[in-house]
């Protein structure tokens, strides 16, 4: 769920209004502005303008669900970000301006932001605000668009239906003006029984192209949580059985039976190499898709199939460290991979992902359990050598637009 490349430059554009996949995203032209300088409150050293909230969001969520307590101006930098409705943007440079007719508002930020919130307790009002205005931004398909206003993809909807989850709402009654449910939503995104390949059918897609559904990982890993009801916060399951293909024929639509279908899906695509993977724009071969790989190990732990996960989670402790190297979402999120199976955070594949979470951001109010040097290499610097160090490798550019969205919310560098 971790890295936005260029989420509000991608939305502004007409490539999501038509729901058109690119096959890049270019970087910023020389010409750009200069990057914001970063808040101290904020995790992340990289420019927040794409991701702020997101990485936040889930930096947070991680601590938290750890037992580690975060920095009072870590929590409020995220409270400050709401703009009067409700919503939450990317990332507001100057948070005391009032959101206008300019704001780009960003639906996925702005569900982090509600579970983030909903964890840490005490921010009721912030939280309904944010549910409210999600609720009143829902497409009459009954899906979520990454902006409003623009087609609804399988991402933003799955994200969207795990935060209202998180805040205690009931997605099927959760309804449009047109009387859509957000799960009809969801389903309309998932490869049936006539999905050409056989191997597509139970995945989900993110918005169709030339008329027909890609199968997306990010989309697929995201809509297992949405169909289970469950935010990124999985608790380890107490049973462990095989994840199986979809059911075909097909009963009636059944979110939780479309959740078990799409986790069938994961566990045969991680079979192959352990990993899923994915075809860079300009690359004519496959390479690691680490993000997702990451995102389909939770899923599969939520949905009750720890082993099939196991293979993938012994190949993120081995092969993650450059991908999560100095980005506060992608160690966010192997911190909630590791608590979904079971795993310890701070001996992950010999790394301490803990410390090297909290050392992206401001102190910690409390050190983690255990641990009594915690704080101080949190504070200082030098730490053990199981801290990921900063690194300056970039993240690959975008996988088309589905996975594009899936760094852009929770992965590679930021």
Same mark, same amino acid.
């Given at each position: 769920?971790? $890295?936005?490349?260029?989420?509000?430059?991608?939305?502004?554009?007409?490539?999501?209004?038509?729901?058109?996949?690119?096959?890049? +995203?270019?970087?910023?032209?020389?010409?750009?502005?200069?990057?914001?300088?970063? #808040? &101290?409150? +904020?995790?992340?050293?990289?420019?927040?303008?794409?991701?702020?909230?997101?990485?936040?969001?889930?930096?947070?969520?991680?601590? =938290?669900?750890?037992?580690?307590?975060?920095?009072?101006?870590?929590?409020?930098?995220? $409270?400050?970000?709401?703009?009067?409705?409700?919503?939450?943007?990317?990332?507001?440079?100057?948070?005391?301006?009032?959101?206008?007719?300019?704001?780009?508002?960003?639906?996925?930020?702005?569900?982090? /932001?509600?579970?983030?919130?909903?964890?840490?307790?005490?921010?009721?009002?912030?939280?309904?605000?944010?549910?409210?205005?999600? @609720?009143? $931004?829902?497409?009459?398909?009954?899906?979520?668009?990454?902006?409003?206003?623009? !087609?609804?993809?399988?991402?933003?909807? &799955?994200?969207? %239906?795990?935060?209202?989850?998180?805040?205690?709402?009931? #997605?099927?009654?959760?309804?449009?003006?047109?009387?859509? &449910?957000?799960?009809?939503?969801?389903? /309309?995104?998932?490869?049936?029984?006539?999905?050409?390949?056989?191997?597509?059918?139970?995945?989900?897609?993110?918005?169709?192209?030339?008329?027909?559904?890609? /199968?997306?990982?990010?989309?697929?890993?995201?809509?297992?949580?949405?169909?289970?009801?469950?935010?990124?916060?999985?608790?380890?399951?107490?049973?462990?059985?095989?994840?199986?293909?979809?059911?075909?024929?097909?009963?009636?639509?059944?979110?939780?039976? /479309?959740?078990?279908?799409?986790?069938?899906?994961?566990?045969?695509?991680?079979? @192959?190499?352990? =990993?899923?993977?994915?075809?860079?724009?300009?690359?004519?071969? #496959?390479?690691?898709?680490?993000?997702?790989?990451?995102?389909?190990? %939770?899923?599969?732990?939520?949905?009750? =199939?720890?082993?099939?996960?196991?293979?993938? +989670?012994?190949?993120?402790?081995?092969?993650?460290?450059?991908?999560?190297?100095?980005?506060?979402?992608?160690?966010?999120?192997?911190?909630?991979?590791?608590?979904?199976?079971?795993?310890?955070?701070?001996?992950?594949?010999?790394?301490?992902?803990?410390?090297?979470?909290?050392?992206?951001? !401001?102190? #910690?109010?409390?050190?983690?359990?255990?641990?009594?040097?915690?704080?101080?290499?949190?504070?200082?610097?030098?730490?053990?050598?199981?801290?990921?160090? %900063?690194?300056?490798?970039?993240?690959?550019?975008?996988?088309? %637009?589905? $996975?594009?969205?899936?760094?852009?919310?929770? @992965?590679?560098?930021?």
């Amino acid at each position: 769920m971790n $890295v936005r490349r260029s989420a509000a430059a991608l939305a502004a554009s007409a490539v999501l209004c038509v729901g058109a996949a690119p096959a890049a +995203l270019a970087a910023p032209s020389p010409s750009a502005s200069p990057a914001p300088v970063v #808040p &101290s409150g +904020l995790f992340g050293k990289k420019d927040p303008t794409y991701d702020g909230v997101w990485r936040q969001s889930f930096a947070l969520l991680a601590q =938290h669900t750890v037992g580690v307590k975060p920095a009072p101006q870590a929590v409020d930098w995220l $409270v400050g970000q709401q703009c009067a409705n409700g919503g939450f943007a990317s990332f507001r440079a100057d948070a005391g301006a009032a959101c206008d007719a300019t704001t780009v508002f960003d639906t996925n930020a702005t569900s982090v /932001a509600v579970q983030a919130l909903k964890a840490l307790g005490g921010h009721d009002a912030v939280v309904k605000k944010a549910v409210d205005w999600l @609720k009143s $931004v829902q497409n009459e398909d009954g899906g979520w668009a990454f902006v409003p206003g623009t !087609p609804s993809e399988g991402n933003s909807t &799955s994200v969207v %239906i795990g935060a209202l989850a998180v805040a205690g709402e009931k #997605p099927a009654e959760v309804r449009s003006k047109a009387g859509k &449910s957000a799960y009809d939503g969801l389903l /309309a995104f998932q490869l049936g029984c006539a999905a050409e390949p056989a191997a597509d059918r139970g995945a989900f897609g993110y918005q169709p192209a030339d008329g027909k559904l890609p /199968a997306n990982a990010d989309a697929t890993a995201a809509a297992v949580l949405a169909g289970l009801g469950k935010g990124a916060v999985v608790d380890p399951a107490g049973t462990d059985t095989p994840a199986t293909p979809l059911t075909c024929p097909a009963g009636a639509a059944d979110p939780v039976a /479309a959740a078990q279908g799409a986790a069938g899906h994961l566990a045969e695509a991680l079979k @192959k190499d352990g =990993h899923l993977t994915a075809v860079t724009p300009g690359a004519d071969q #496959p390479t690691a898709d680490t993000g997702n790989t990451a995102d389909a190990v %939770i899923a599969l732990a939520a949905a009750g =199939h720890k082993q099939s996960a196991a293979g993938a +989670l012994e190949w993120l402790k081995t092969n993650s460290a450059d991908w999560a190297k100095d980005s506060p979402a992608a160690l966010g999120t192997l911190v909630l991979a590791a608590h979904a199976t079971g795993s310890d955070p701070r001996s992950f594949g010999g790394t301490d992902l803990v410390s090297a979470l909290n050392a992206t951001g !401001p102190a #910690p109010q409390t050190a983690q359990a255990g641990n009594k040097d915690e704080k101080k290499k949190d504070e200082g610097g030098s730490g053990s050598q199981n801290v990921w160090w %900063i690194v300056g490798a970039g993240a690959a550019a975008g996988m088309g %637009i589905g $996975v594009l969205l899936s760094g852009r919310r929770k @992965k590679n560098q930021l």
